[in-house]
């Protein structure tokens, strides 16, 4: 397939007729990027850490990889050789699954660790483990308890460490989520997206992402279940610099009121069993309902990063046309698989670069 690029000084634009030729109906295309992103060799355990061409990068990537392998059938083996060691302390449906077909889809071996194979700083260091897991593997994905383990893995690996979830942070999810609403939508500048519910580690991704792509972020959280204040400061900083609106509120009516995007997440995360009876009763009237979406805007639509509860969204919304819940479910494969293939390889995407 030949793709006829016009070159002009500041950007690279697409014909419709390319558009249509790599079927990327949901794709609107956009510049090229004036300098190549080379992630190769970079540990992912915070978004806070990548630039806005860096996140759009990985997006990108992961774009071009879904429409080879999934609407081309091409056969990819670029992590042929190539293994990853998956530690997992805390159980995953999306993280395992994504990580593991993604990874053998591209030719590489998986090596799933539970809390049963290997106990991180207690009958072997964090600093002996990232040592060991090195010279056996090509990358890490650590789904972990403590953002201090990812941390100290780092310290000590000489490959990358992907932060498959920690407390303080999910940043694969939030690769994910943008991938689909830039699929929905066309684009991603000038988005709002209102997030109401739990202050936590999905969040606190979001905060460190939103303004770097364009889009505004209004966050409702009951009293007492607020974000991170540091993580508060840096996204205030960030909305700043790059001319977005972030707003920080209890009323989850206000937070809705003009959202593209609603989202949520479980008020009660792992670990947080014993406090249930008191988050329902604290997260009353947060429950995203048809209602809450009236005073979105006509095009809303809704995310949530699973597994749900009825008590965060009812099943009208939920199971709506306007639920992208189980595309962004898929979507964590195919981001997952842009983001290990840009930490492990020279690959550049083969498809134009799309509208962020």
């Known amino acids: 397939?030949?793709?006829?690029?016009?070159?002009?000084?500041?950007?690279?634009?697409?014909?419709?007729?390319?558009?249509?030729?790599?079927?990327?109906?949901?794709?609107?295309?956009?510049?090229?990027?004036?300098?190549?992103?080379?992630?190769?060799?970079?540990?992912?355990?915070?978004?806070?850490?990548?630039?806005?061409?860096?996140?759009?990068?990985?997006l990108w990537v992961s774009g071009d990889l879904k429409h080879r392998i999934k609407h081309e059938k091409q056969y990819l083996p670029l992590l042929q050789g190539k293994s990853i060691a998956m530690i997992f302390e805390k159980r995953s449906t999306r993280t395992r699954m994504s990580t593991e077909t993604g990874f053998s889809l591209l030719g590489g071996h998986p090596c799933f660790l539970t809390s049963q194979d290997i106990h991180l700083g207690v009958n072997e260091s964090s600093t002996d483990t990232a040592r060991v897991l090195s010279g056996l593997s090509d990358i890490v994905l650590a789904r972990v308890n403590s953002h201090t383990t990812l941390e100290e893995l780092v310290k000590d690996a000489s490959i990358p460490i992907i932060n498959g979830l920690s407390d303080l942070y999910h940043p694969i999810q939030i690769l994910a989520?943008?991938?689909?609403?830039?699929?929905?939508?066309?684009?991603?500048?000038?988005?709002?997206?209102?997030?109401?519910?739990?202050?936590?580690?999905?969040?606190?991704?979001?905060?460190?992402?939103?303004?770097?792509?364009?889009?505004?972020?209004?966050?409702?959280?009951?009293?007492?279940?607020?974000?991170?204040?540091?993580?508060?400061?840096?996204?205030?900083?960030?909305?700043?610099?790059?001319?977005?609106?972030?707003?920080?509120?209890?009323?989850?009516?206000?937070?809705?009121?003009?959202?593209?995007?609603?989202?949520?997440?479980?008020?009660?995360?792992?670990?947080?069993?014993?406090?249930?009876k008191q988050r329902i009763k604290d997260f009353l009237g947060y429950q995203i309902t048809m209602q809450t979406g009236s005073v979105a805007k006509p095009d809303w639509t809704f995310l949530h990063c699973l597994p749900r509860k009825q008590e965060e969204v009812d099943d009208q919304v939920f199971y709506s046309s306007r639920s992208l819940v189980f595309p962004e479910a898929e979507n964590r494969k195919w981001t997952i698989m842009g983001l290990m293939v840009s930490l492990l390889t020279d690959y550049s995407p083969q498809i134009p670069m799309p509208r962020f």
């Open 1 to 58: 397939m030949t793709t006829k690029i016009l070159a002009m000084k500041n950007s690279v634009f697409y014909g419709l007729k390319t558009l249509q030729s790599v079927h990327a109906r949901h794709f609107s295309i956009g510049t090229l990027a004036l300098c190549p992103v080379n992630l190769k060799g970079r540990s992912f355990l915070t978004l806070k850490d990548f630039s806005s061409d860096e996140i759009k990068h990985l």
């Open 177 to 276: 989520d943008f991938l689909t609403l830039q699929e929905h939508y066309g684009s991603l500048s000038g988005l709002t997206i209102s997030w109401i519910g739990d202050g936590n580690n999905v969040l606190h991704s979001f905060m460190m992402t939103a303004a770097k792509l364009g889009v505004h972020l209004r966050v409702a959280t009951p009293k007492g279940y607020d974000p991170d204040s540091s993580i508060i400061q840096e996204a205030q900083r960030l909305s700043k610099q790059h001319g977005t609106q972030f707003l920080l509120t209890s009323d989850p009516v206000e937070a809705a009121r003009g959202s593209n995007v609603l989202v949520t997440d479980t008020w009660v995360s792992m670990g947080q069993e014993e406090e249930k």
